[in-house]
Antibody, heavy 120, light 111 residues
Framework: EVQLVESGGGLVQPGGSLRLSCVAS????????RSWLRQAPGKRLEWVAH????????YYVDSVQGRFTISRDNAKNLLYLQMNSLRVEDAAVYYC?????????????WGQGTRVTVSS | DVVVTQSPLSLPVTLGQPASISCRSS???????????LYWFQQRPGQSPRRLIY???NRDSGVPDRFSGSGSGTDFTLNISRVEAEDVGVYYC?????????FGPGTKLEI
């Protein structure tokens, strides 16, 4: 069974940092684009950051550019999101997701999410 | 950013009856290779999103054939031919041709 499991969420003060991790099992995602998305209470889903298969291309939504860094370790099937200078508006459930093609068929996988709370 | 809108935002339905959700984007979602970059997701209560449809009309593995997607350019539709109790949740469309990829506000389907 393919699983993505996020960890690293929690309560942090404004201006603080957190590092989210997403470990994959049951499948190797080296050939997949991988992403972090978030969902604040009562708000629509938001794509936060995106990284190419080899990690050379990264994209960020404007609101996190310069504060968040997405990275991956293909040898360990891991995805990371380093979040610095956190703001109250960054509070959300953060999901990791993977996007790719297997046997000519588009595939997409999501984790169960990890909650980030930013509050003093 | 590309603005994605959905209607209705709330959709009360009767079991066994059809349902339809509309999605519109502020820009064309046609990619340079001619494909159209629109997904539909389902998020059941308390669960992560699950993709149902990719490239407008292709069902993901395991998605019942009562779900279908259609549309082109900037106007798209998700249809459920006969609603079942397990379909309760919020449905999102999402464009992925322009960065940042953007979601619609969601349509809450309830019985």
């Amino acid at each position: 069974e393919v699983q993505l499991v996020e960890s690293g969420g929690g309560l942090v003060q404004p201006g603080g940092s957190l590092r989210l991790s997403c470990v994959a099992s049951g499948f190797t995602f080296n050939n997949f684009w991988r992403s972090w998305l978030r969902q604040a209470p009562g708000k629509r889903l938001e794509w936060v950051a995106h990284i190419s298969q080899d990690g050379r291309e990264t994209y960020y939504v404007d609101s996190v550019q310069g504060r968040f860094t997405i990275s991956r370790d293909n040898a360990k099937n891991l995805l990371y999101l380093q979040m610095n200078s956190l703001r109250v508006e960054d509070a959300a459930v953060y999901y990791c997701a993977s996007w790719g093609v297997v046997g000519g068929i588009d595939k997409n996988y999501w984790g169960q999410g990890t909650r980030v709370t930013v509050s003093s | 950013d590309v603005v994605v809108t959905q209607s209705p935002l709330s959709l009360p339905v009767t079991l066994g009856q059809p349902a339809s959700i509309s999605c519109r984007s502020s820009q064309s979602l046609v990619f340079s290779d001619g494909s159209t970059c629109l997904y539909w997701f389902q998020q059941r209560p308390g669960q992560s999103p699950r993709r149902l449809i990719y490239k407008v009309s292709n069902r993901d593995s395991g998605v019942p054939d009562r779900f279908s997607g259609s549309g082109s350019g900037t106007d798209f539709t998700l249809n459920i031919s006969r609603v079942e109790a397990e379909d309760v949740g919020v449905y999102y469309c999402m464009q992925y041709v322009h960065w940042p990829h953007t979601f619609g506000p969601g349509t809450k389907l309830e019985i």
